[in-house]
DNA sequence: ACATCCATGTAATGCGTTACATGATTGT
DNA sequence: ACAATCATGTAACGCATTACATGGATGT
């Protein structure tokens, strides 16, 4: 029952995608999955070289002839595939928990003034609406990259997850705010 | 600009209510927190360490009597009740990126089969629908453990984020189910 | 008698971040 | 010329989990 490391997946998954080379997947993590997984450079080159050992991925070494410029492009194998859809079939047992910062003061608060809850709360609105602003940007880039119709299908689906989400908490903020502002 | 170190600050703030002992905040954490926050004993008990060792916490070591059972009080003294506040007072900067594994999973979801993806959803819809009974069970705890009015006020803002986010997944849950299904 | 809870702790291991290091290419 | 971006990597460190170890008290 050790825990299963999902780093491994993600570069599985993207390998799916369009992504071939270490430095892109970090690009598309931090553009279109930056609101629900994150990843590293220290965890993406180790992870890929892994990968290989493993023959879950092969790596043709770029050089472009004369140009000296070092690109490494990776690509999945078959196995690889395999590894992948058994994850994607496996069923999630639980949810994580996902430590929230404002929730961890927001339960402490009655040790300051009531003043500063509400001021944390404000600056925490404004962040999350910032985010809604990160979905648009993400749309836009779903589209430019999918390598599919099916892609696009799932990728919007989560980016939906993300900007619900969103709009829950901010109207739990706005009326947390109002809440605590009168009496 | 080190990484805070999160754990200090929950054993703080579980030192202003009602909790005295490593193994109390532990049951509290699993019971309270646990949809924003949790601990290992493997956290808790050296931290406890760290914070008399830094002179925010003091130690009495208990041993009711002819009572051989060994447990140990711990309270909060005036320089953690500073650093505390310190803490509360400090804005968040950032949202931190939740990581979701349905998510993940759904991203990837063009190399799996349809029925693969309403089958996870479907599962994790049913994850979120324990959890909106488990806040259930948290509001009881919080009638019954909050030290005062003001504990209980904060108590029941977080677990308002918490519920409405849940409702929030589980529509999403249901319509994406829906939007699978037919099609 | 036996299970479960109360209660405290440690060691090994793993995951992930941060900071550092290097260097080519492209755009202004 | 210079900044920004492309591109790959490693080492140190810290946080957290897991598994293990111990033993008293309580309930059935």
């Not at 997946?9 to 080379?21: E, K």
């Not at 140009?67 to 999945?76: A, D, T």
């Not at 648009?136 to 999918?146: F, L, N, P, R, V």
Request: glycine letters at 4%; charged letters at 30%.
């Amino acid at each position: 029952m050790s825990k299963e490391n999902y780093t491994k997946y993600v570069i599985l998954g993207l390998l799916t995608t369009h992504c071939r080379s270490g430095y892109s997947m970090k690009k598309m993590i931090d553009t279109s999955l930056n609101y629900f997984w994150k990843v590293s450079y220290g965890q993406i080159y180790p992870t890929l070289k892994v990968l290989v050992d493993e023959g879950l991925a092969e790596m043709s070494d770029v050089v472009d002839d004369g140009n000296k410029r070092e690109k490494k492009e990776y690509s999945i194998t078959e196995k690889g595939q395999e590894e992948l859809r058994d994850w994607l079939q496996r069923p999630i047992v639980s949810i994580p928990v996902e430590k929230n910062e404002l929730l961890l003061k927001l339960f402490f608060s009655r040790n300051v003034e009531k003043d500063c809850s509400i001021e944390q709360l404000n600056s925490y609105l404004h962040l999350q609406k910032e985010r809604l602003a990160v979905y648009q940007t993400i749309e836009k880039m779903i589209q430019s990259y999918s390598t599919g119709l099916e892609d696009e299908r799932y990728w919007l689906i989560t980016l939906d997850y993300g900007k619900r989400t969103t709009n829950a908490v901010i109207e739990w903020c706005e009326e947390t705010i109002r809440m605590l502002s009168k009496n």
